[in-house]
């Protein structure tokens, strides 16, 4: 059981959807023992700096720089450029952008990271937001089909432009790791355990599926972040993980 817990702390990114580096170093302190992984998110990189990648890093744990960026090919390869210079160990885009974006972003980090010296991040492509339900994909983004569908075509253009894989929702996991391979990351946000509440997320499973569906990682906030207790959330949520691994 001990080696599954470990292998399910590697999966495990805590969201840290907070206002400041101070409240997200106690949160990586308290949580590293569970969590493998920490994302730092628009809210506090634009409250705290580039500089909170590097002190979280210090905590000895990964970093997920969830910046979504999506603009033009030259803007976005430049962005990268800039972002795999601080040292994350995962990058991410909008797949939206498309290929040409994508692969400006991917080249770009790579150059960067070849460069310096250091592995180059995972550059992952968020495909459908997991707040998206069918009404809003239809109604409000003029999208036509089914979400899983656009999914799994924004997941093969990922792969097909060079990128390591995506975030999408876990279920859709299992339609994109048929589409894309064992190699291919998926990064799944929406985790809800039974006793947590949904809030904004649609496309929600809880972490035990999320695992059976071969999701890569894991990424939970609130549940976490939110609670009462967060180390004694992310102990309950790991045990879950390993249960299926
Ligand atoms: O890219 C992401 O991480 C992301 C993509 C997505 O489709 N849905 C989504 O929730 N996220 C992020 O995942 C985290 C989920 O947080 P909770 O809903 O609090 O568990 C947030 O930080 C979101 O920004």
Redesign the pocket.
């Given at each position: 059981m001990e080696n599954k817990i470990q292998a399910a702390r590697e999966k495990l990114?805590v969201?840290?959807?907070v206002a400041s580096a101070a409240e997200a170093l106690v949160l990586t302190r308290q949580l590293a023992p569970y969590a493998g992984v920490f994302?730092v998110?628009?809210q506090l990189f634009y409250s705290a700096g580039p500089e909170v990648v590097r002190q979280i890093k210090e905590q000895g744990v990964k970093v997920?720089l969830?910046l979504?960026l999506h603009d033009i090919p030259n803007t976005v390869g430049q962005a990268a450029k800039v972002l795999a210079g601080l040292g994350a160990d995962i990058i991410?885009v909008h797949a939206a952008g498309g290929t040409a974006m994508m692969q400006a972003g991917a080249q770009a980090v790579k150059e960067r990271a070849a460069a310096l010296g250091i592995p180059a991040p995972l550059m992952?492509a968020?495909?459908?937001?997991?707040?998206?339900d069918q009404r809003i994909f239809h109604q409000e983004m003029g999208l036509a089909g089914e979400i899983e569908d656009r999914v799994k075509t924004w997941a093969i253009l990922t792969k097909e432009a060079g990128l390591d894989g995506v975030?999408?929702?876990p279920r859709e996991t299992s339609i994109i790791r048929q589409a894309c391979g064992k190699e291919f990351a998926i990064?799944t946000?929406?985790?809800?355990p039974a006793w947590s509440v949904s809030?904004?997320?649609k496309r929600i499973m809880t972490p035990a599926e999320a695992i059976g569906q071969g999701a890569s990682y894991l990424?939970?906030?609130?549940?976490?972040?939110?609670s009462d207790n967060p180390p004694a959330a992310a102990q309950k949520i790991l045990q879950e993980m390993a249960e299926v691994l």
């Open positions: 990114i969201a840290l959807d994302k998110g628009m997920f969830d979504k991410n992952i968020v495909t459908v937001l997991t707040s998206v975030v999408a929702s990064i946000p929406g985790i809800r809030g904004d997320q990424v939970v906030g609130r549940p976490i972040t939110g």
